[in-house]
RNA sequence: GUCGAGAUAACACAGCGGCUAUGUGUCGGACUGCAGAUCCGAAUACGGGAGUUCAACCCUCCCUCUCGACUCCA
């Protein structure tokens, strides 16, 4: 099976294609830096990780650009509310933003452009869209996009300008020659940042710093663009009218969304999480309950594109199924190290595994299929272990596997694991005296070991044929 | 109002025109000194109404409800 996307232009899956054979060029719209990110972000920001993380998995030589916002009418008011410099209160942030997303257990993008240095390219492409009749400049220093000229205007939104004229939303400005024209560039006010341009000083639009950026960083045109389906319209549609103006082409052969994270209001009704409405939950607290493999699991655990209603029993839930794939794997781990030896054929089974999992990532990146698969492989190792025909050479191989698809998912112990020849050599006294002990029915005894052993982070499971010792 | 997404068993969340979904929870069994893990089995389902079809949870139409976008937003 070839893998296949939702594309939010055509609103069909499509047969991905990139443009260089083996490459894949991605840009996902990033967060602005006025706030620590909450769980809404971080589903954009593990569906995204994970997406690039499957690609790279499929062999593909990935690059992926995240932005961050670090000019914008939030921040500038919040650092006048604490008296700082805008660009301090983002650079901290920033800081946090990356000590949220390792909590996630997210890898780095490649690049992470910034507006405030991204400034040249801005400005550059404002001219271009200037030069070409696609901007008009205003009497404060402003420059607007004039939408008129672009016939499609409304293409990934579905919907067309007279669509949008009847919303009747639309902002009164006597600069604009439309309505529906937007500001490539703002013209200074008094106490903002602003940077020199060739129309004054001013500060970029909200859109035209992704354009700018895809364009320096990635080129005219790119495989990928990802962020959330609130970013569709205007964001998403205004960067496709300001890069298309410029470069004559389009900016993404596929465009992916996902869907929002919701609560419930204190209405009880549920709503999407954002900041306005005072329902979010902050990564940084979250984390501080749930480890990040509960927190990846839970989002991957549904289709990315889909709504999700965030609650915290839904996250013990997901702590719950996510334990018993952990279980499997420190078994597994058990039964590499003290199981039987010989050889079992796992071969079969890991293949069948593989092609449910690759057939359900290869359908629109279908992570709750794919988990699926996993649960289908735990218990059909368990039942091998538990039947002792499983050998430590299947063993092995069944992690060597595991490990392979958890670079894409992220949800497996990543320790490692490999505890010492000593530590086993002493576990292997204790399980003795133990067993021992419990010949002697001196219970009280056993379970105190096991109890100690289980203060210290190692599990022991009594079975028919002896006991096993695994990490917690 | 315009555009888009969605309504699946106690809960969460997949899926497919006909074949046991998956996980949590619940109940029963195996194992067992206890604990835990595991295995085997069971029950509860596709919002409502029409239609297409040999066959619909899956397609079409209508209705009801929910969410999102149209304003800063992942």
Not at 419 to 433: N, P
Request: aromatic fraction near 10%; charged fraction near 30%.
């Amino acid at each position: 099976m070839t893998l296949m996307i939702h594309n939010t232009l055509t609103n069909r899956k499509e047969k991905f294609v990139p443009i260089v054979p083996d490459e894949v060029k991605m840009y996902v719209c990033g967060v602005t830096v006025y706030d620590d990110i909450h769980m809404g972000h971080a589903r954009s920001i593990i569906v995204f990780d994970t997406v690039s993380r499957y690609l790279r998995y499929l062999g593909y030589k990935v690059t992926f650009v995240t932005n961050f916002t670090d000019v914008d009418d939030k921040i500038i008011n919040r650092a006048n509310e604490r008296g700082i410099a805008p660009l301090d209160l983002s650079a901290a942030y920033i800081e946090k933003y990356f000590r949220d997303i390792e909590s996630l257990g997210v890898r780095r993008a490649d690049i992470y452009p910034q507006a405030s240095t991204s400034m040249p390219y801005i400005i550059q492409m404002v001219k271009d869209i200037v030069d070409r009749g696609y901007g008009y400049t205003a009497p404060d220093g402003s420059v607007y996009f004039r939408v008129r000229k672009m016939a499609d205007y409304g293409r990934l939104s579905h919907r067309t300008i007279k669509d949008l004229r009847s919303s009747g939303r639309l902002d009164e400005n006597p600069d604009k020659e439309d309505p529906l024209d937007f500001a490539v560039w703002k013209g200074v006010k008094p106490g903002e940042v602003a940077w020199d341009s060739p129309w004054g000083k001013g500060r970029p639009g909200w859109h035209i710093e992704c354009s700018a950026m895809i364009r320096h960083y990635l080129g005219d045109v790119i495989d990928i663009h990802g962020g959330g389906n609130d970013l569709i319209f205007p964001h998403h549609e205004n960067e496709i009218m300001q890069t298309e103006a410029v470069t004559g082409g389009p900016l993404a052969h596929y465009w992916m969304h996902n869907g929002m994270l919701e609560t419930k209001t204190a209405d009880g009704q549920t709503a999407k999480m954002s900041k306005s409405l005072k329902n979010f939950f902050k990564v940084e607290d979250v984390a501080k309950k749930f480890d990040k493999y509960t927190i990846r699991f839970y989002f991957l655990n549904t289709h990315y594109s889909s709504p999700l209603a965030y609650g915290e029993d839904n996250m013990a839930e997901a702590q719950n199924a996510l334990k018993r794939l952990w279980n499997n794997y420190r078994d597994l781990q058990a039964c590499a190290r003290d199981g039987p030896l010989g050889d079992c054929p796992v071969a079969p089974l890991l293949e069948k595994t593989r092609t449910a999992f690759n057939d359900a990532m290869d359908d629109d990146f279908n992570t709750r299929a794919a988990i699926e698969s996993l649960f289908g492989l735990a218990r059909e190792t368990n039942r091998l272990m538990g039947e002792r025909t499983m050998t430590r050479d299947g063993a092995l191989e069944t992690l060597d596997f595991l490990k392979d698809i958890d670079s894409v998912l992220g949800i497996l112990p990543d320790d490692a694991g490999r505890d010492s020849d000593d530590l086993a050599a002493v576990m292997s006294i204790l399980i003795d005296l133990r067993k021992e002990l419990r010949v002697r029915k001196q219970y009280d005894l056993a379970d105190l070991i096991r109890n100690r052993l289980g203060e210290a982070g190692y599990v022991l499971e009594d079975a028919a044929d002896g006991a096993k010792w695994k990490k917690a």
